[in-house]
């Protein structure tokens, strides 16, 4: 057995498993247009029945707000499906849906501030374009030439450094991100673990951001990097195709296991 098939039959058989994935990139392709994001269908169809097994939470952890989350990921309201959204601001729970998170109207303001005078500065900037989020913005980089992707995050960084200096920066796939809330995927993975009482955990993510919950995974979990870089994760796969089938593994060493 090699050390990968050990640390995959680990989390597998364990007592309390928490399957925490982030969405982009690991459960659908990158696309040009962030909303019309959509999971392979045999990521759907692996996530679906993982979270039908006994002592098996899935999350999904993402970036996105709570409420774009839940419309790329076909989430209804009679998910078994936790989310972690806004890189683990909010949260929706199964059974009880969204938590509501309380915010100063001072941050509000300034958000809305930033990002009308960011999306009057980039009017002119072919392929750019701004995302609302909940706690700052993004701003999409994706179909901009380099000339183009670097005034855009020239302005936001200054605009940013100049009016919002606590604010926190995150760079990803074509995309720059400012949030006036500090909590990270780490976090995330945190308030999932204690509040769904897994035993382990395994997390997987293709991008910068989820770096933050690769380091913070404990001896027995199991951290796996979609894609290639460098990673803290102990396990890399090339593609999403890729982890769909550890995934399905994973499903069928656990059904096994709980018969």
């Known amino acids: 057995m090699t050390a990968a098939d050990a640390a995959v039959e680990a989390v597998s058989t364990t007592a309390e498993l928490l399957v925490a994935l982030d969405f982009d990139g690991t459960l659908s392709p990158l696309v040009d247009d962030p909303m019309t994001a959509r999971m392979t269908p045999g990521a ?21 707000s709570l409420g774009h989350l839940r419309e790329i990921a076909e989430h209804d309201d009679a998910s078994p499906l936790w989310l972690a959204a806004s890189h683990g601001v909010q949260f929706w729970v199964p059974g009880r849906g969204p938590e509501e998170t309380a915010d100063d109207a001072a941050d509000l303001a300034l958000r809305d501030r930033l990002r009308a005078e960011l999306e009057t500065g980039t009017e002119g900037l072919t392929g750019v374009w701004v995302e609302p989020k909940e706690f700052g913005f993004g701003i999409h980089t994706r179909t901009a030439d380099a000339a183009d992707e670097r005034a855009a995050r020239e302005l936001a960084d200054r605009l940013v450094a100049e009016h919002a200096p606590r604010w926190r920066r995150r760079t990803g796939h074509s995309i720059l991100e400012f949030s006036f809330r500090h909590e990270g995927k780490d976090s995330a993975i945190r308030t999932l673990r204690e509040r769904t009482g897994a035993t ?44 769909v089938d550890l995934l399905g593994a994973v499903a069928r060493q656990r059904a096994a296991h709980a018969q």
């Not at 955990?201 to 690769?214: I, P, R």
């Not at 994760?233 to 999403?240: F, H, T």
């Open 44 to 64: 759907r169809e692996v996530v679906d029945g993982l979270a039908a097994l006994p002592q098996t939470v899935v999350a999904l952890v993402s970036g996105r």
């Open 200 to 243: 382990a955990v395994l997390f997987a993510g293709d991008d910068v951001t989820d770096e933050d919950a690769l380091r913070s995974l404990e001896p027995g979990d199991l951290g796996v990097r979609v894609g290639g870089g460098e990673t803290a994760a102990s396990l890399s796969v090339p593609d999403i195709d890729a982890f």
